[in-house]
């Protein structure tokens, strides 16, 4: 059974960079894309990055483009996030999650296996 866990998270000032780890265990990665997405106090969880293991292709939501960076290393089991510039919205909880169909779109619920999350805290 595939499990993720996130590391990385803490406390940033704006503009400051942060670099997110999603580790994987339990089966290999190379068959999945995994998606990372975050939850704002009081919001809506929102998908923000996504790599699918076909290809590498990448996607990032509009609301991070040009400062996130999804990656991912199959022979480690580990995909990554650089953030860079970070804002106060920025503040959340940043889970990983991946997709058995290698797929970046489509919803959430197609993502099948979660992490526990990391607190992402973007303050002066």
């Known amino acids: 059974q595939l499990r993720l866990v996130e590391s990385g998270g803490g406390l940033v000032q704006p503009g400051g960079s942060l670099r997110l780890s999603c580790v994987a265990s339990?089966?290999?990665?190379?068959?999945?894309?995994i998606g990372w997405f975050r939850r704002a106090p009081g919001k809506d969880r929102e998908g923000i990055s996504c790599?699918?293991?076909?290809?590498?292709?990448?996607i990032h939501a509009a609301s991070v483009k040009g400062r996130f960076t999804v990656s991912r290393d199959n022979s480690a089991n580990t995909v990554s996030l650089q953030m860079n510039n970070l804002k106060p919205e920025g503040t959340a909880i940043y889970y990983c999650a991946a997709n058995p169909d290698d797929l970046c779109e489509g919803y959430e619920s197609t993502f099948s296996s979660w992490g526990q999350g990391t607190q992402v805290t973007v303050s002066s």
């Open positions: 339990g089966t290999t990665l190379d068959t999945y894309s």
């Open positions: 790599i699918r293991s076909s290809d590498g292709g990448a």
